[in-house]
C-alpha cells in the first residue's frame, strides 16, 4: 500500500495536547508529523498551574511561558460587580493569596499559578517540537481514516488529508495515531470511541474585544475573573451596535472606545471517553477530544498538558523497544478518571456560579422583579439580611474553584505500570476535601 507520507506518529491536532505531545515525544528522540486545521484567532484557557508548569520545566521552556504571562495578584481573586467601575457585591481570594493556600505556594512546588494563555503557549510548544524534528502542516483537515493490519499483525493507519488552501487531497501511514483534534474529534467518530455523557446544560457567547480601560483598573478593581450582573436591566442580544451599547454599559462608562473583533457562542457539555486509547490499536484521544467541559476550575489545558506528559514517554519507551506494548494501557487507566474528576467538578464549579447569579437575581422573571431583589440587598431589615446571606453563601462555594490545589496536584495512578509489590501498606487516605486539600505522598503512583 503506497502512501504519500509515511510515518510512525501522527498527530492530529496542534492545539496545547497535540503540539505538548509532540515536545515531549521529541524530548525522546522521536519525530512525530501533525496537522492543524487553522491558527488560533483567540485566547482560551488563561489559567496555568505549577503542575503543567513542572511539565514544561522538564523540556526546559518554562521560563519561555513565564515571560509571556501574567503573573501576581492580578491572578487572584475573582468578583462580582454591577459593572467595571460599579458598586461591588463580593469578592473571593483564590489560589497562593487565599490564607488557606499561601503555604502551597513555596510548600509543595518550585512553580507557580499564572495566566497563560492557549495563544501565548502554542507558539512556545511549537517552536520547540519544531526545533526537535516535528514537522506540522497547518491549514489540513483529517477527512477520512481508515484501519488495517500489517503483515506483522500490528495495526495501522491510513489518514486522507486535505488542504483547505488548494483543496488537494493526500494520504498519510501511521504506526501511531493521536487524536488531539477538538470536540468534534475525526479520530473519535472515526474508530467508535465511546463516552460517558450528559444532556448539555445550557449555551453560552463569547466576545473578544479591545478596550482601554485603565482609569477604570485602580488596585482594588484587580481581579482574575470579573462578572457584571444587572439583573434590573433586559436581556441583549450579540448584534453590533447593540453589543457595542451593552459593553459600555457592563463596563460602567459610556465613553469608552469599544471594538468588537469576535463574537462566538458554544454550548456547555459535560462528556469524557471511557477508554483513551484503543487496545493494542494505538490510536490516542487528548484535549477536548477525550473530555468536554466547561472552563470552571481552569484545568482544561493544564490536563491538556499532563495528559501529554504521561503519554508521551510511554510511547516512546514502546517504540524504542524498551518496554512492553501494555504499558500504553496505563494512559487510560491513569487519565481517564483526571480526565472525569475534570469534567465533573468543573461543570459542578459553572453550577456554583448559576448560584450566586440566581441569589442577586439575575434569574427574576422581569428587570422590575430583578430590581426588586436588587434592593433587598442593601436594606437593613430581616429580609434585607436573609439576602445578604444566600450571596454570601453561593459565593463561599465558588471559592472551592478558587483554593483547588488538591485538583490540580491530587492524581493518584492506580495501574499495572505503578509497582506495588514491596509495599507494606496501602496508599495513606486523605484527611479532607481531594480538591481543596493536597496529599504530599512517596506512595508509588502519587
Given at each position: 500500500?503506497?502512501?504519500?507520507?509515511?510515518?510512525?506518529?501522527?498527530?492530529?491536532?496542534?492545539?496545547?495536547?497535540?503540539?505538548?505531545?509532540?515536545?515531549?515525544?521529541?524530548?525522546?528522540?522521536?519525530?512525530?508529523?501533525?496537522?492543524?486545521?487553522?491558527?488560533?484567532?483567540?485566547?482560551?484557557?488563561?489559567i496555568f498551574n505549577p503542575f503543567a508548569f513542572e511539565c514544561l520545566r522538564d523540556i526546559g521552556i518554562e521560563d519561555q511561558g513565564l515571560q509571556h504571562a501574567v503573573r501576581g495578584r492580578t491572578l487572584?481573586?475573582?468578583?462580582?460587580?454591577?459593572?467595571?467601575?460599579?458598586?461591588?457585591?463580593?469578592?473571593?481570594?483564590?489560589?497562593?493569596?487565599?490564607?488557606?493556600?499561601?503555604?502551597?505556594?513555596?510548600?509543595?512546588?518550585?512553580?507557580?499559578?499564572?495566566?497563560?494563555?492557549?495563544?501565548?503557549?502554542?507558539?512556545?510548544?511549537?517552536?520547540?517540537?519544531?526545533?526537535?524534528?516535528?514537522?506540522?502542516?497547518?491549514?489540513?483537515?483529517?477527512?477520512?481514516?481508515?484501519?488495517?493490519?500489517?503483515?506483522?499483525?500490528?495495526?495501522?493507519?491510513?489518514?486522507?488529508?486535505?488542504?483547505?488552501?488548494?483543496?488537494?487531497?493526500?494520504?498519510?501511514?501511521?504506526?501511531?495515531?493521536?487524536?488531539?483534534?477538538?470536540?468534534?474529534?475525526?479520530?473519535?467518530?472515526?474508530?467508535?470511541?465511546?463516552?460517558?455523557?450528559?444532556?448539555?446544560?445550557?449555551?453560552?457567547?463569547?466576545?473578544?474585544?479591545?478596550?482601554?480601560?485603565?482609569?477604570?483598573?485602580?488596585?482594588?478593581?484587580?481581579?482574575?475573573?470579573?462578572?457584571?450582573?444587572?439583573?434590573?436591566?433586559?436581556?441583549?442580544?450579540?448584534?453590533?451596535?447593540?453589543?457595542?451599547?451593552?459593553?459600555?454599559?457592563?463596563?460602567?462608562?459610556?465613553?469608552?472606545?469599544?471594538?468588537?473583533?469576535?463574537?462566538?457562542?458554544?454550548?456547555?457539555?459535560?462528556?469524557?471517553?471511557?477508554?483513551?486509547?484503543?487496545?493494542?490499536?494505538?490510536?490516542?484521544?487528548?484535549?477536548?477530544?477525550?473530555?468536554?467541559?466547561?472552563?470552571?476550575?481552569?484545568?482544561?489545558?493544564?490536563?491538556?498538558?499532563?495528559?501529554?506528559?504521561?503519554?508521551?514517554?510511554?510511547?516512546?519507551?514502546?517504540?524504542?523497544?524498551?518496554?512492553?506494548?501494555?504499558?500504553?494501557?496505563?494512559?487510560?487507566?491513569?487519565?481517564?478518571?483526571?480526565?472525569?474528576?475534570?469534567?465533573?467538578?468543573?461543570?459542578?464549579?459553572?453550577?456554583?456560579?448559576?448560584?450566586?447569579?440566581?441569589?442577586?437575581?439575575?434569574?427574576?422573571?422581569?428587570?422590575?422583579?430583578?430590581?426588586?431583589?436588587?434592593?433587598?440587598?442593601?436594606?437593613?431589615?430581616?429580609?434585607?439580611?436573609?439576602?445578604?446571606?444566600?450571596?454570601?453563601?453561593?459565593?463561599?462555594?465558588?471559592?472551592?474553584?478558587?483554593?483547588?490545589?488538591?485538583?490540580?496536584?491530587?492524581?493518584?495512578?492506580?495501574?499495572?505500570?505503578?509497582?506495588?509489590?514491596?509495599?507494606?501498606?496501602?496508599?495513606?487516605?486523605?484527611?479532607?476535601?481531594?480538591?481543596?486539600?493536597?496529599?504530599?505522598?512517596?506512595?508509588?503512583?502519587?
Open positions: 500500500m503506497t502512501c504519500e507520507v509515511q510515518t510512525k506518529f501522527l498527530v492530529v491536532g496542534a492545539g496545547p495536547a497535540g503540539l505538548a505531545l509532540a515536545s515531549f515525544l521529541g524530548q525522546n528522540g522521536e519525530h512525530p508529523y501533525g496537522k492543524q486545521r487553522y491558527h488560533r484567532r483567540y485566547p482560551e484557557s488563561y487572584q481573586t475573582m468578583r462580582w460587580a454591577r459593572s467595571m467601575a460599579g458598586e461591588e457585591y463580593g469578592k473571593v481570594l483564590g489560589f497562593s493569596e487565599h490564607p488557606s493556600c499561601i503555604g502551597h505556594t513555596h510548600g509543595i512546588t518550585p512553580s507557580e499559578y499564572a495566566e497563560l494563555s492557549q495563544s501565548e503557549l502554542e507558539p512556545i510548544l511549537l517552536r520547540y517540537a519544531s526545533h526537535h524534528s516535528f514537522h506540522v502542516r497547518f491549514s489540513t483537515e483529517l477527512v477520512d481514516v481508515a484501519q488495517f493490519t500489517d503483515d506483522t499483525g500490528k495495526h495501522e493507519y491510513i489518514c486522507t488529508i486535505q488542504d483547505l488552501i488548494s483543496h488537494g487531497t493526500w494520504k498519510i501511514r501511521t504506526q501511531y495515531l493521536f487524536g488531539a483534534d477538538g470536540a468534534r474529534s475525526n479520530i473519535a467518530r472515526s474508530l467508535d470511541f465511546k463516552f460517558i455523557s450528559k444532556p448539555s446544560s445550557g449555551k453560552a457567547c463569547n466576545v473578544l474585544l479591545r478596550a482601554d480601560l485603565a482609569h477604570l483598573m485602580s488596585k482594588e478593581r484587580h481581579a482574575a475573573l470579573h462578572w457584571f450582573l444587572k439583573p434590573d436591566r433586559t436581556t441583549f442580544r450579540a448584534e453590533r451596535p447593540e453589543l457595542v451599547d451593552a459593553v459600555r454599559d457592563l463596563m460602567g462608562d459610556d465613553s469608552v472606545d469599544i471594538e468588537i473583533l469576535r463574537v462566538d457562542s458554544w454550548a456547555v457539555h459535560e462528556s469524557v471517553a471511557e477508554q483513551y486509547s484503543l487496545g493494542g490499536q494505538n490510536a490516542f484521544l487528548l484535549d477536548d477530544a477525550a473530555h468536554l467541559h466547561p472552563p470552571a476550575y481552569g484545568l482544561g489545558s493544564n490536563t491538556c498538558v499532563q495528559d501529554a506528559y504521561n503519554l508521551a514517554w510511554k510511547v516512546a519507551y514502546v517504540s524504542k523497544g524498551l518496554a512492553g506494548s501494555r504499558l500504553l494501557e496505563s494512559y487510560t487507566k491513569e487519565r481517564q478518571p483526571v480526565g472525569a474528576m475534570l469534567v465533573q467538578q468543573s461543570n459542578k464549579g459553572l453550577a456554583a456560579q448559576v448560584d450566586v447569579w440566581q441569589s442577586v437575581g439575575m434569574f427574576e422573571s422581569t428587570p422590575e422583579d430583578g430590581s426588586r431583589q436588587l434592593a433587598k440587598l442593601s436594606q437593613a431589615t430581616p429580609e434585607g439580611e436573609a439576602s445578604r446571606a444566600k450571596v454570601r453563601n453561593a459565593m463561599e462555594l465558588v471559592g472551592e474553584e478558587l483554593q483547588s490545589w488538591g485538583a490540580a496536584h491530587n492524581q493518584w495512578y492506580v495501574s499495572t505500570a505503578v509497582y506495588l509489590a514491596d509495599e507494606e501498606g496501602s496508599r495513606p487516605v486523605l484527611d479532607g476535601n481531594p480538591i481543596v486539600d493536597v496529599e504530599i505522598s512517596t506512595y508509588p503512583g502519587s
